[in-house]
């Protein structure tokens, strides 16, 4: 985000390890789904291991009521507990969006990010979508100028890192993805760094796969279409008879994936990387994928990706510039949802300043 401009008005309250911070400030809640509002709701307090953030963010993601969204975001420290070393007042930082308790069966078998009581900033604690947000300190990574518009990609970027290592790609692979949203741009990069050597994207038409394509993300580009899909991916068959060694499937789209499993060559791997609804079933061939010993796994976020993420940034390596294409206030988010829905930008950002 920006600076935080505006007078700090007679409620506002000194803290001895921060800036003026006001008693209250402006978020954007949901009371349950689909019903939001902005709100006036108290700053909230930190402790002696916590920052507050003072934010610019994009991002939705677990479900709590009520619950205050943005799981992807940035922002300028504005206080600091007494115990906190790693961040200063009036850094920059992007914040890892999950926090584990450490302590239960799967975090002690050094598994967190599959943690029983795994807290989502955004989805079960409040998120971002608010002038000010407290995190744990050791979840804030420095940003330095990094501009707020590509900083607030670190997190899907950090997604994607995880998503990486999942794969384990060989040296020399073919790889297809299916999907070029901005987390599909970003892991499409991350895969032609890490081993592929021939990346095939196939997307949708529109503003998404026009930008992976002026970015040169990929080797080579293949439309769906939504008239006539199966002709695409007939084609898309036909030209590569041995298929894949490895397949994404980054769409979130049931029939996508499905189908992606016939693209994967003997001895492949099938990634399920989209999103899917709890209730969605697919129907594979059992068969297919022992007789072809076909790898399925899954990439499902990310935890303590992000200094990786930002090493390839300051490289030059990991472009993001571009990717977010629109921003609104606050008070547009009903507006900011359509023009998602109806996929007329690549990726909108909320901005406070």
């Not at 995190?135 to 707020?148: E, K, N």
Request: charged content about 25%; aromatic content about 8%.
């Amino acid at each position: 985000m920006t600076e935080h401009n505006g007078d700090i008005d007679a409620a506002s309250r000194q803290n001895k390890h921060g800036l003026d911070v006001p008693k209250k400030m402006k978020a954007l809640q949901y009371s349950e789904a689909e019903k939001f509002a902005v709100v006036e709701i108290d700053v909230p307090e930190i402790g002696d291991d916590d920052v507050l953030d003072l934010h610019y963010h994009k991002g939705e993601f677990l479900a709590r009521f009520p619950l205050i969204p943005g799981h992807e975001a940035t922002g300028t420290i504005a206080a600091t507990g007494r115990n906190v070393k790693n961040v200063a007042i009036g850094d920059r930082v992007a914040a890892d969006a999950l926090q584990a308790c450490l302590s239960c069966f799967h975090c002690t078998r050094r598994k967190p990010l599959l943690c029983d009581s795994l807290l989502g900033f955004g989805g079960n604690v409040p998120g971002g979508f608010a002038e000010y947000c407290r995190y744990p300190a050791r979840l804030v990574h420095p940003i330095g100028d990094l501009p707020d518009l590509e900083a607030v990609l670190v997190e899907p970027a950090a997604c994607a890192a995880h998503g990486i290592e999942r794969m384990q790609i060989e040296v020399g692979s073919r790889v297809l993805l299916f999907g070029c949203g901005p987390t599909g741009m970003l892991l499409a990069q991350l895969i032609r760094l890490n081993g592929a050597a021939h990346l095939t994207i196939a997307s949708k038409g529109g503003p998404k796969l026009d930008l992976a394509k002026e970015l040169g993300i990929a080797d080579s580009f293949i439309t769906i279409s939504d008239h006539q899909p199966q002709v695409e991916m007939a084609a898309l068959a036909s030209a590569n008879p041995y298929g894949f060694d490895v397949v994404v499937e980054a769409t979130g789209a049931p029939t996508v994936l499905e189908q992606s499993i016939e693209f994967v060559r003997k001895g492949g791997k099938l990634v399920v990387y989209g999103v899917y609804d709890e209730g969605v079933k697919i129907a594979w061939s059992p068969f297919r994928i022992w007789e072809n010993e076909i790898t399925v796994l899954a990439s499902f976020c990310s935890m303590g990706h992000m200094p990786h993420v930002l090493e390839y940034v300051k490289s030059g390596k990991l472009k993001l510039g571009g990717i977010v294409s629109k921003t609104y206030r606050v008070e547009e988010w009903a507006e900011c949802l359509e023009v998602v829905r109806r996929q007329e930008v690549v990726k909108a950002a909320i901005v406070f300043d």
